[in-house]
């Protein structure tokens, strides 16, 4: 094993879980939202700080969309594409 110190300083992993039946977060666009924080992140030059990452259930599904931003250890619900500029803010604010 090789362990390597990072240099980012935010982490948001939002929920993308697909199961095969049910209301869940990755019906309501969940990996559209990764896609894109990720170009902003990239075109303003935070990628090295800020990473977002799809994962799995975090749990709250009657919540969803859902995330957890570290290492503040926040957990985020309800979230929608329209959330896009907020969540965008959170990862940037220094």
Known sequence: ??????SIKKHLFICTNK??????????????LVKNLK???KENGLWDE??????????GCAFGVNATLYPDNTFLSNISLDDE???????SAK
């Open 1 to 6: 094993m090789k362990v390597q110190q990072r």
């Open 19 to 32: 199961p095969s039946c049910g209301d869940n977060c990755g019906s309501k666009n969940s990996e559209e």
């Open 39 to 41: 170009v902003r992140l």
């Open 50 to 59: 800020c990473k977002v990452t799809k994962s799995g259930c975090l749990g």
């Open 85 to 91: 500029d907020d969540l965008y803010a959170i990862l």
